[in-house]
């Protein structure tokens, strides 16, 4: 250790490491990955190491027949603080409940989610690859009404054979599995993306329903049915179909397959004029859109489809 690193108290190699972590901070401010994974996947890209792939024994059982070679396992993730969020004040003794979107949420939803995803399309250019199959979701609220959203996607980059390079370098990103993926293709369509929206809604209950809802009158009351609330669930789903569609549709898809949602409803306790309980409907959609490349071609019986239990998440 020299004279002036120990003046400073530290030496080079320290200096270099807050050199290089100060580098990587930069890169991900501006959505992109750590230096170390970017190195990572370029050795991958060249041949010369073993793949890495969440693919199952099955599925890649399928690879060689079907020309498509795994390449590595590829991630994108974003932890997202959520701005500041009010909510509608309302006594709820009007006659009709009332639905209203919290935007500051589905943003912060809808841009974790996107970021996610554009590290992970880097993570598979950077490899090489043509496309990402069997794109997987996953999401965290650390607290409800929390301040932070963490969205992680992970699936496998592949190279199709005596496929030309990805188009402006960008691979296809799919939820669908791989053997999905193969007959999507086989059948004269191409997926041109994962589509994906959020929309966070906030429910207000009227009267009618406040008075079901309220111990004091709940009690001696017949089977019925929520209406305000049932009627938020649907305001929450029609408005993350309508942005899923909206992004299939800019990104040049003609329909959307493998459509799969998921919903998160959260009680939110009001104290005006007596209490009352709203609702908070967090609703995804994800799918992938497709268009078709030329005539619809008659499927070969060979190929087992895999059939998914519930929904993707985020």
């Known amino acids: ?50 793949f890495t792939s969440g693919l199952s024994v099955a599925d890649f059982a399928l690879c060689h027949e079907a020309g ?22 309302n006594s709820g003794w009007q006659s009709r409940g009332e639905a209203f979107e919290l935007e500051g949420l589905s943003e912060a939803w809808n841009r974790a989610r996107a970021r996610a995803l554009g590290r992970l399309a880097e993570e598979a250019a950077l490899a090489g690859c043509h496309a990402v199959v069997d794109v997987t979701f996953d999401d965290r609220r650390h607290e409800f009404l929390g301040d932070e959203i963490e ?17 402006a370098g960008k691979p296809v990103l799919t939820d669908l599995s791989l053997p999905d993926f193969v007959l ?10 994962v589509v994906a929206a959020t929309s966070v809604i ?34 929450a789903r029609e408005q993350a179909l309508m942005r899923a569609n909206n992004e299939a549709w800019r990104s040049g898809a003609t329909s959307v397959v493998g459509l799969s949602t998921a919903r998160q409803v959260a009680v939110h306790e009001v104290d005006q004029n007596g209490k009352r309980e709203d609702l908070i409907v967090t609703y995804h959609a994800i799918g992938t859109g497709i268009v078709q490349r030329g005539e619809h071609r008659r499927l070969e019986p060979g190929i087992q489809t895999t059939v998914r239990q519930g929904a993707a998440r985020s």
């Open 151 to 167: 969205i992680l996607v992970n699936g496998t980059a592949v190279v199709l054979d005596g496929a030309p390079p990805a188009a």
């Open 202 to 235: 906030y429910v207000i209950p009227g009267a009618a329903t406040r008075r079901l809802t309220t111990a004091l009158f709940s009690f001696a009351q017949p089977n019925q049915e929520l209406a305000d609330y049932t009627q938020g669930l649907y305001a």
């Open 68 to 89: 498509v070679r795994p390449v590595a396992h590829v991630m994108g993730s974003s932890v997202h603080q959520v701005g500041w969020q009010g909510y509608p004040w």
């Open 1 to 50: 250790m020299g004279l002036l690193d120990s003046i400073r108290g530290g030496n080079g190699q320290d200096d270099e490491a807050e050199r290089r972590r100060a580098e990587d901070v930069a890169r991900v401010e501006g959505g992109s990955i750590p230096f170390a994974a970017e190195r990572r996947l370029r050795e991958l890209a060249t041949g010369s190491t073993g």
């Open 184 to 193: 999507l293709r086989r059948a004269g369509y191409d997926p041109v993306g």
